[in-house]
């Protein structure tokens, strides 16, 4: 479930967007005045920020320089300034988007599920791995090489996606089944060998002149620097 903070000192319209998007499925916080909404975006993560500009203690610009100096969750200011100027200034700033009062509720809740959308579309395609030609998916534990579904069994999916997490990092085989596995390493290295020799084995089918995993003797897995 989205976590949004609305920031905005007028407890009337503050009240009316919370009810709106808590309808609409959302977690809602409210904060009344700037310096409890800065506050709240130190401690809280939130998916999405509902902020007014003229706001008791702390203005709305101040919290938005202070959201962007640290994430790039969206933020959508309320205001009811109408100037194109303002606008233009806060947008530089890093508002993804202006909605001017007074406002359509239902304009508010369909921005706020826009903006939520390009936003998590975004986090997906930054949380895909990519070595060489292999693209890996932890979403969807969906692996392409050369642009073919490869299939894996689960073991084989995380001994890979290990790999591609920490490229340059050598994983001995009883930190390889200790975090895969999730058990203690009793120095039976079986398991890992069969495993890691499958997934070889199949990477290989797709694309043999290529070399995906190295066998660092004595210690153990990792990638191949890419351009070997």
Not at 33 to 50: F, I, N, R
Not at 131 to 150: A, H, M, Q, S
Request: contains cysteine.
């Amino acid at each position: 479930m989205d976590k949004i903070l609305i920031v905005e000192d007028n407890k009337d319209v503050n009240l009316l967007l919370a009810e709106a998007l808590t309808n609409e499925g959302y977690e809602v916080e409210s904060a009344y005045d700037g310096l409890t909404g800065m506050q709240a975006v130190k401690k809280g993560e939130y998916d999405l920020l509902l902020l007014d500009i003229m706001l008791p203690y702390v203005s709305g610009d101040v919290i938005l320089k202070e959201v962007r100096s640290f994430c790039d969750t969206p933020v959508i200011i309320l205001s009811a300034k109408d100037m194109v100027g303002t606008k233009i200034d806060l947008l530089k700033l890093g508002a993804d988007d202006y909605i001017t009062k007074p406002f359509d509720l239902g304009e508010v809740t369909a921005r706020v599920a826009a903006q939520l959308r390009r936003f998590h579309k975004q986090e997906k395609r930054n949380s895909l791995l990519t070595y060489k030609d292999i693209v890996l998916d932890p979403n969807v534990k969906r692996v392409l090489v050369k642009g073919e579904d490869l299939e894996l069994t689960a073991k084989e999916f995380h001994i890979l996606e290990l790999l591609m997490q920490n490229k340059s990092m050598v994983y001995s085989k009883a930190n390889m089944y200790e975090t895969i596995w999730g058990e203690e390493y009793l120095g039976d290295d079986n398991a890992v060998k069969t495993h890691m020799s499958n997934l070889r084995n199949k990477l290989k089918k797709v694309n043999p002149p290529q070399e995906y995993i190295e066998t660092v003797w004595g210690l153990g897995y990792r990638l191949y620097k890419e351009g070997q």
